[in-house]
């Protein structure tokens, strides 16, 4: 099995204290040019590639394309020496992991995001005046307005994308059961409910589409590969929850990333087809016990544990059959052992599953207060558990007090705010932002434009995304001492 | 696919009642979860933003992605 080049996109939500007048857009510009990590403030995203209108069904939609000019460029987009990108979308701040070419290594990089997110409102909070921003990653704001987290895995272009989107639904309809990041309450019209799994459910209205902010699908139809189109796909994933816990990150992206591998080398999941699945996601997001089934199109009714299992079966027998390597091994074990405590008894789960971590975290103060689901306090909590602020996150304080698992080394998490991947195109566009700050006229996920002092640009493609790797440019990289001579090397 | 393979394979999914019956240890140590939960829970309203009702109602976002 080839490993998969993966990453991550976090839309973060914004609160700011002791001010009435709060502009967003104005916010997020501010958080994202206090980062301190940053080679070069005068590098642009080079967006000549981008086109977020380009449908994989086979059509292209009607629409602007993004063009700021260089100014604002500079101002929305800050390239990192970890090969990432921080940036403002909308009226958020994101965060986009590097290619990463091993699930551990896109938890690493996620959690790098969040440090980097929570020195820029370290920075802002200094410079804003008497503003006090605090930043959250999470998905809602709790009256109906959701910002994304969205996955990336790249894959064969030569599948199918309707077969990717027959044989994923029913897997992200379920998933939720040990990615969910929980949520008190509910909105954008879905049934009522006192807690749920998922912060995301209710935001999910069709199928498939190419929209990602208005009637949201359970597969989203971009086909913007960032690399060779004709021989890859970046599936771009906009169903899931942003996770707290390492675990829970390691696991969904991993299970995710195996599940798709099956799919894509012939091992289909046969004959599983839900009768509704819009309904079904917010259904099993309202299902606590587990126990509920939800109904198969053919009548059966099976419950998210067992569409899970179904899954695992078919992942098992793909892994003995093809080989598995000890990542994807380690991540058959964990799915199968959370799925199991899962059917039995989630809250075994308390260390490991955000949405038990929160529940139980809310459950206890609940009992102690003697208060219920609707206090302010409980809401509050519910926010504040996505908290960044190492002092005030209520995540991080169950992580400092020792009550959930980890997954990393925090020092590892510290390299990644500053050192790119080894084993992907993004050591090639780290190194040479890190070498040549302000020679790189703009980079991209596909491109690096050098300014080599003469009237065009040298406009480099990156349209491999397992090359430019350590071992392939490692050597060129640190023998060239200019980037006149970086550019002849990689031309000759 | 040998038969040890296939006989492997349909174990997969199915509930193990041996790995479910409870440990000891693992009731010990989520007893002291319990204790320590409500040791966080001692301190937790400091941590917790003052006027919660308030600062939730502010706390609207334009929707992203």
């Excluded at chain 1, 459950?363 to 609707?374: A, E, F, L, N, V």
């Excluded at chain 1, 002092?391 to 020092?411: I, Q």
């Excluded at chain 1, 991947?421 to 993004?426: E, I």
Aim: proline share 5%.
């Amino acid at each position: 099995m080839t490993p998969r080049i993966l990453g991550t996109e976090t839309e973060f939500g914004v609160a700011v204290k002791d001010t009435a007048a709060q502009d967003p857009v104005s916010n997020a510009i501010l958080l994202v040019n206090s980062v301190d990590t940053v080679p070069s403030r005068n590098t642009l995203w080079d967006y000549e590639n981008e086109n977020p209108l380009v449908d994989a069904r086979g059509f292209e939609v009607e629409g602007e394309k993004e063009r700021p000019t260089p100014d604002y460029n500079r101002l929305l987009n800050k390239l990192l020496g970890n090969g990432g990108r921080l940036y403002v979308d909308g009226a958020h701040p994101e965060y986009s992991t590097p290619e990463c070419a091993s699930v551990r290594d896109v938890v690493r990089y996620e959690k790098a995001g969040e440090r980097i997110l929570e020195s820029c409102r370290v920075g802002a909070d200094r410079s804003a005046g008497g503003r006090r921003f605090v930043v959250y990653k999470n998905n809602t704001d709790g009256k109906g307005n959701s910002y994304g987290y969205h996955e990336n895995y790249l894959v064969s272009r030569s599948v199918p994308f309707m077969r990717l989107v027959a044989q994923l639904i029913p897997f992200f309809v379920t998933r939720q059961i040990y990615a969910g990041a929980g949520k008190v309450g509910a909105e954008n019209r879905a049934d009522p409910a006192q807690y749920q799994i998922s912060q995301r459910a209710d935001f999910f209205e069709v199928l498939v589409d190419l929209n990602t902010m208005v009637k949201r699908p359970i597969m989203n139809t971009r086909d913007e590969p960032h690399a060779d189109k004709t021989k890859y796909r970046r599936l771009h994933v906009i169903v899931g929850d942003a996770n707290m816990s390492e675990v829970a990150t390691y696991l969904k992206l991993g299970v995710t990333a195996l599940v798709i591998s099956m799919i894509e080398n012939g091992y289909p999941v046969k004959e599983l087809k839900l009768a509704d699945a819009v309904q079904a996601i917010k259904d099993v997001s309202r299902d606590l016990s587990l126990k509920q089934p939800i109904a198969m199109e053919d009548g059966r009714q099976w419950t998210a544990v067992q569409i899970q299992e179904y899954y695992l079966e078919t992942a098992h027998r793909y892994c003995a059959e093809r080989g598995a390597d000890p990542e994807m091994r380690d991540i058959l074990a964990r799915w199968e052992r959370v799925l199991h405590l899962l059917a039995r008894d989630p809250s075994q789960l308390s260390r490991e599953v955000d949405w038990v971590i929160k529940r139980d975290l809310l459950q206890s103060y609940i009992d102690r207060k003697g208060c219920d689901w609707t206090d302010s306090r409980i809401a509050m909590m519910d926010l504040q558990y996505h908290d960044l602020r190492p002092e005030k996150g209520l995540f991080s304080a169950l992580e400092k007090g020792g009550y959930v698992d980890r997954l990393l080394d925090p020092e590892a998490v510290a390299d990644a705010m500053v050192a790119p991947p080894s084993d992907t195109r993004a050591y090639f566009r780290g190194r040479c932002l890190q070498k040549f700050p302000e020679q790189i006229y703009a980079a991209s996920w596909a491109s690096i434009l050098f300014d080599v002092g003469q009237a065009v640009v040298k406009r480099i493609p990156l349209n491999e995304p397992a090359r430019g790797t350590k071992e392939l440019v490692g050597g060129l990289l640190d023998e060239s001492d200019t980037v006149e001579s970086l550019v002849s090397r990689l031309s000759a | 696919m040998s038969q040890d393979k296939k006989r492997d394979l349909k174990k997969v999914g199915r509930r193990d009642d041996a790995a479910a019956t409870p440990n000891p240890d693992v009731l010990e140590k989520g007893k002291k979860i319990k204790e320590n939960i409500d040791k966080l829970l001692d301190e937790i309203d400091e941590v917790l933003e003052e006027n919660a009702e308030e600062f939730v109602k502010n706390y609207v976002q334009k929707g992203g992605e």
